[in-house]
């Protein structure tokens, strides 16, 4: 064996190195699989799952149909729920591979050769779905599922035997349907380009392309048939149109110049892609050395640039990055290809134009996996790089001489596997809204119903299990109804309840309020008005608005049973659980108006001011007295060139705020003025909680609103207020303490 044939003979093994690069990160996802939850998004697809009756307003499809009876086959187990989907894509990108390979056999009449090298590059493709954080099955990945399998039918039957193909077609439309159902943009746009591919596929005659398109929509209309045994079309309709209603209703990426945003953002990552990819084009276009280099040794050297860029620039793999680097990669492939194509090495099949449709659909898909994202488009796309993989890939492959083929195929995979592992890999160090990485949870808690249990790290453990006790001293049972307000359904979960009208109340966009109540009344107020609340400190919204719909008022309708501590940064705060009372309930409410009746000059820090106690100070300032509250100056300037004011309710005053015989609810509102907070110490750390408006009506004043238990847990309240120079005056209005006791 020469010098030459065993360079060549190991560089082919690289293909198995691709392959074990996704063995390794296969292992890991099904290690995770066990740890971790998130009570946002992944609380809203397992509440969904589980109760999809309860969904009257869904907004991304139908997706928690397919994803209920997957959850049922598992036996709600969120472990083996996880798993399954995991599988699921891996089964989907061999029948993808497959269908790939045979196609290509009989359009080049080669074999494609490096088969540990496809099969690598096309699993870990699937994989980077995960780059997306979250473990549970949602509906992206129903929906990238969907599409690979839609591709990967269509494959196996657009050269197959006459009697075999129409089949395969008909399974295509059926996995159409699927994405369709799953998330309804992404599969009208999979519907009309597989439809459009069909027609430009090359085939003898009309006839046949006119029956290879009657067969996918043959399958579609199956497919949506089938669909009606587990959803009546008139429900289906009257849903869909009360989730229109919803998302047209908020004023946020989903419904706002969503194709010029989409524009935008792709434009964006092109733009950034052309430049990284500039320097390898140049070369290899240009200069007579760089075409000698051939199609092998390119992937190699693109490789090394890629990874001295984002060495230099210190940048993380996440996920519009990966679509990036992907982007830029086959621009750098496409050139190699034209750079030998001017040298005339092109092997036949290079130009074949059934092989041009083929590596178009690929570059594709991605998009339109992400399209109706309400997020980034790029960074949705991000996700499903096994497109942008595969273009490569068959670039290369088409491209190259047989010993090229041998040699650059398995060396990009193993590249391309390189780059898609470290981008997925950053998830699984700090997961999508968790307190912290997956190696670190190791307590078991019980998540859910049926006995459910999951590995958490020890703080969120204690939230699940202190609430859940707290639930069930209380004569929780499984299946009651739970409004949490706002953005805690893996709450409602993790209790065993039920979200009536809508899964998740959420208040991130304007008019997303008054969507929420739109959503609730849709279960009725019968269900609402016997439903039990959570509450959470930054909800930053007063519950009234939600409880209306119920005929209830909070918290004189509610009984308060306990709180716990959520400790992912997120959403770092208490949680509130409270039972809907079946007696009006008579409770002790004390207002407290803040005022001051004489002027007073600020100086020192832990100063008297009226019932205030200066807490911080930067600078001179003065209090005089208004017929409706006091104007705070800065005097003076303050020696470090730093203006600052904090002042907290004297214990003196305020005792309280130190010791308080019974539970009570504390709002502290102002009418206008500077900064409202409140602050508590916790056993890790001191827990600052700001004012917050949503303003739901425009003369809502500021407030800041938690409960305080009884017992001696000292807390502060007070004002923080940060002028620009000296002589700024803020006028303090409306100033009070509302407490109400709960027990």
């Given at each position: 064996m020469t010098t030459e044939s065993k360079l060549q003979w190991c560089l082919g093994k690289f293909g198995w190195a691709a392959l074990g690069m996704t063995y390794v990160l296969l292992n890991v996802l099904l290690t995770n699989t066990g740890r971790g939850f998130d009570i946002t998004d992944e609380g809203y697809y397992l509440l969904s799952a589980t109760h999809p009756g309860d969904v009257l307003a869904p907004t991304n499809g139908f997706f928690f149909l397919p994803a209920?009876?997957?959850?049922?086959?598992?036996?709600?187990?969120?472990?083996?729920?996880?798993?399954?989907?995991?599988?699921?894509?891996?089964?989907?990108?061999?029948?993808?591979?497959?269908?790939?390979?045979?196609?290509?056999?009989t359009l080049t009449g080669r074999a494609l050769g490096a088969r540990s090298a496809w099969l690598g590059a096309l699993m870990i493709g699937a994989l980077s779905y995960y780059t997306i954080g979250i473990l549970t099955p949602s509906y992206n990945l129903l929906t990238l599922l969907g599409i690979m399998l839609a591709y990967?039918?269509?494959?196996?039957?657009?050269?197959?035997?006459?009697?075999?193909?129409?089949?395969?077609?008909?399974?295509?439309?059926?996995?159409?349907?699927?994405?369709?159902?799953?998330?309804?943009?992404?599969?009208?746009?999979?519907?009309?380009?597989?439809?459009?591919?069909?027609?430009?596929?090359?085939?003898?005659?009309?006839?046949?392309?006119?029956?290879?398109?009657?067969?996918?929509?043959?399958?579609?209309?199956?497919?949506?048939?089938?669909?009606?045994?587990?959803?009546?079309?008139s429900d289906a309709i009257r849903r869909f149109n009360d989730g229109w209603t919803f998302l047209s209703g908020l004023a946020s990426p989903h419904a706002d110049g969503v194709l010029v945003r989409y524009a935008g953002q792709l434009g964006g990552v092109l733009l950034l892609a052309l430049e990284m990819a500039l320097i390898p084009l140049l070369i290899i276009t240009t200069s007579s050395r760089g075409r000698r280099l051939g199609i092998t040794w390119w992937p190699v050297l693109t490789f090394i640039w890629f990874a001295g860029i984002w060495w230099w620039t210190g940048t993380v793999i996440d996920?519009?990055?990966?679509?990036?680097?992907?982007?830029?990669?086959?621009?750098?492939?496409?050139?190699?290809?034209?750079?030998?194509?001017?040298?005339?090495?092109?092997?036949?099949?290079?130009?074949?134009?059934?092989?041009?449709?083929?590596?178009?659909?690929?570059?594709?898909?991605?998009?339109?996996?992400?399209?109706?994202?309400?997020?980034?488009?790029?960074?949705?796309?991000?996700?499903?790089?096994?497109?942008?993989?595969?273009?490569?890939?068959?670039?290369?492959?088409?491209?190259?001489?047989?010993?090229?083929s041998r040699t650059a195929v398995p060396i990009t995979a193993f590249l391309l596997a390189l780059v898609v592992c470290s981008g997925t890999m950053n998830w699984q160090v700090a997961p999508y809204r968790q307190n912290t990485m997956y190696d670190l949870q190791h307590t078991e808690t019980a998540i859910g119903v049926d006995g459910g249990k999951i590995d958490l790290d020890v703080d969120s453990a204690a939230f699940f299990t202190t609430l859940r006790g707290t639930a069930e001293g209380n004569d929780f049972t499984t299946g009651t109804d739970v409004i949490g307000v706002m953005n805690m359904p893996g709450v409602v979960y993790a209790l065993g309840g039920r979200a009536p009208g809508i899964p998740w109340l959420h208040g991130r966009y304007p008019g997303s309020i008054e969507t929420c109540v739109y959503g609730l009344e849709l279960a009725g107020r019968e269900r609402l008005h016997d439903a039990w609340l959570l509450t959470s400190d930054r909800a930053g919204l007063d519950p009234n608005v939600i409880t209306a719909a119920a005929d209830r008022r909070f918290p004189d309708d509610y009984a308060y049973c306990g709180q716990s501590w959520w400790p992912n940064d997120m959403q770092r705060g208490f949680v509130q659980l409270w039972k809907p009372s079946t007696t009006e309930t008579t409770r002790t409410t004390k207002n407290e108006p803040v005022s001051f009746t004489q002027p007073?000059?600020?100086?020192?820090?832990?100063?008297?001011?009226?019932?205030?106690?200066?807490?911080?100070?930067?600078?001179?300032?003065?209090?005089?007295?208004?017929?409706?509250?006091?104007?705070?100056?800065?005097?003076?300037?303050?020696?470090?060139?730093?203006?600052?004011?904090?002042?907290?309710?004297?214990?003196?005053?305020?005792?309280?705020?130190?010791?308080?015989?019974?539970?009570?609810?504390?709002?502290?509102?102002?009418?206008?003025?500077?900064?409202?907070?409140?602050?508590?110490?916790?056993?890790?750390?001191?827990?600052?909680?700001?004012?917050?408006?949503?303003?739901?009506?425009?003369?809502?004043?500021?407030?800041?609103?938690?409960?305080?238990?009884?017992?001696?847990?000292?807390?502060?309240?007070?004002?923080?207020?940060?002028?620009?120079?000296?002589?700024?005056?803020?006028?303090v209005t409306g100033l009070e303490v509302e407490r109400r006791e709960l027990r």
């Open positions: 209920a009876g997957l959850l049922d086959l598992v036996g709600g187990d969120i472990a083996a729920f996880r798993r399954i989907g995991i599988l699921l894509l891996l089964a989907a990108s061999i029948l993808l591979g497959n269908g790939l390979r045979l196609c290509l056999q990967g039918c269509l494959l196996h039957g657009i050269e197959a035997a006459p009697r075999r193909r129409l089949g395969w077609l008909i399974g295509a439309g059926v996995a159409t349907t699927f994405t369709l159902v799953s998330k309804w943009p992404s599969g009208i746009v999979l519907a009309a380009g597989l439809s459009a591919w069909l027609v430009l596929w090359p085939v003898h005659g009309s006839d046949g392309r006119w029956k290879r398109l009657g067969a996918l929509w043959s399958g579609i209309a199956v497919a949506l048939l089938a669909c009606m045994v587990f959803i009546a079309p996920r519009t990055i990966l679509l990036t680097i992907m982007i830029s990669w086959l621009l750098v492939t496409v050139g190699c290809r034209w750079a030998l194509a001017l040298e005339r090495r092109r092997p036949a099949d290079a130009s074949n134009p059934a092989i041009g449709l083929i590596v178009l659909a690929f570059i594709a898909l991605p998009f339109v996996f992400a399209v109706g994202t309400g997020t980034s488009l790029p960074r949705t796309a991000g996700s499903a790089t096994i497109g942008l993989i595969c273009a490569i890939m068959l670039l290369m492959w088409s491209g190259a001489r047989s010993t090229g007073i000059d600020v100086e020192t820090r832990g100063q008297h001011v009226g019932p205030f106690l200066v807490d911080g100070v930067h600078g001179r300032f003065r209090i005089e007295p208004r017929e409706d509250g006091f104007r705070i100056t800065a005097a003076e300037s303050s020696s470090t060139g730093t203006f600052a004011l904090q002042m907290t309710l004297d214990p003196e005053s305020f005792p309280w705020v130190e010791s308080r015989p019974t539970a009570e609810l504390v709002t502290w509102r102002c009418t206008t003025g500077p900064s409202l907070f409140m602050q508590q110490d916790m056993p890790s750390g001191l827990y600052h909680l700001d004012s917050r408006n949503f303003r739901v009506h425009p003369d809502d004043h500021s407030f800041v609103e938690r409960v305080l238990d009884a017992g001696h847990d000292p807390a502060r309240i007070g004002l923080n207020w940060v002028p620009q120079r000296e002589g700024d005056h803020i006028d």
